[in-house]
């Protein structure tokens, strides 16, 4: 596919808002011609919890809830795939989880897997694992959240389990994730896609400044669009997914030529 149309929203939603962040997001929304839209981490709902009760009181089930019916209706409507941060509550545990939603309405949900810095003391430990879904076209697209990205391993287990774009919503903090996932693009072969956010946030003793610039990078490392430090904006870029493969040149399938033998564990 050449001309594969992605969408990356980049807002600075409202803390314990939920009612608010979705109209803001469908107003921006509003039109928009997409193959695949990002969202950014926790975009139902902000981030910087200070007391468990916060956090409870955005929880939602992965399913059947306010956002996740919005996002079902928004991608049947856009007829585009979404994938969208929010706070996941399961019983009694609540995890902070990315859903990945077809115009279908099939979906799938991530639960991020490394939680950063005081998420430990809201959210549980996820063990989903790794995860490549479909999107509506059948392009094969692997999840993260936000901190995955320190971790190349992520990004390498999603693209040897068939990743052609990495899919990344984000609420970065630190300044390096933009430029490292220029790297894991570049060793992975394979287009990334950074949903993050903007905006601060204080809470009791948290506070937080996210550092926006999401950006759409190919398979060579070239990063095809970027929005700016602090703007609440979509970037729109297509990119040619028939670049994406493991055959580096005559002589090298980047993933056949793997020592793993030799790997430590
Ligand atoms: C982060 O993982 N939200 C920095």
Not at 77 to 94: H, P, Q, R, T, V
Not at 121 to 129: E, R
Not at 246 to 258: A, G, S, T, V, W
């Amino acid at each position: 596919m050449e001309n594969y149309k992605i969408a990356v929203l980049q807002f600075a939603p409202e803390f314990l808002q939920i009612d608010k962040n979705l109209k803001r997001i469908a107003e921006m929304c509003s039109g928009l011609d997409t193959d695949l839209l990002v969202l950014p981490e926790l975009a139902t709902c902000g981030y910087a919890f200070a007391q468990k009760k916060e956090l409870l009181s955005v929880a939602e089930d992965g399913v059947n809830s306010k956002s996740a019916n919005f996002f079902d209706k928004l991608s049947a409507e856009l007829n585009a795939s979404i994938f969208y941060g929010f706070a996941e509550l399961d019983g009694d545990k609540i995890y902070n989880s990315s859903r990945f939603v077809n115009p279908d309405g099939s979906s799938t949900i991530y639960r991020k897997m490394h939680l950063f810095g005081a998420e430990k003391l809201w959210f549980n430990q996820a063990d989903s694992g790794f995860l490549v879904v479909e999107d509506k076209l059948g392009v094969k697209i692997g999840l993260m959240i936000c901190f995955d990205w320190y971790f190349p391993e992520v990004a390498r287990t999603l693209a040897l389990k068939g990743a052609q774009i990495l899919c990344q919503s984000a609420n970065l903090v630190m300044p390096w994730c933009q430029q490292s996932m220029i790297t894991r693009s570049l060793e992975n072969r394979c287009v990334s896609v950074t949903a993050n956010r903007v905006g601060d946030e204080q809470n009791g003793e948290f506070s937080y400044h996210f550092t926006g610039g999401s950006q759409v990078v190919n398979c060579l490392g070239e990063r095809l669009g970027q929005l700016s430090e602090d703007e609440e904006n979509i970037l729109q870029v297509s990119v040619d997914l028939t670049k994406v493969t493991p055959q580096l040149n005559k002589y090298n399938d980047i993933f056949e030529d793997r020592r793993a033998d030799f790997y430590f564990r």
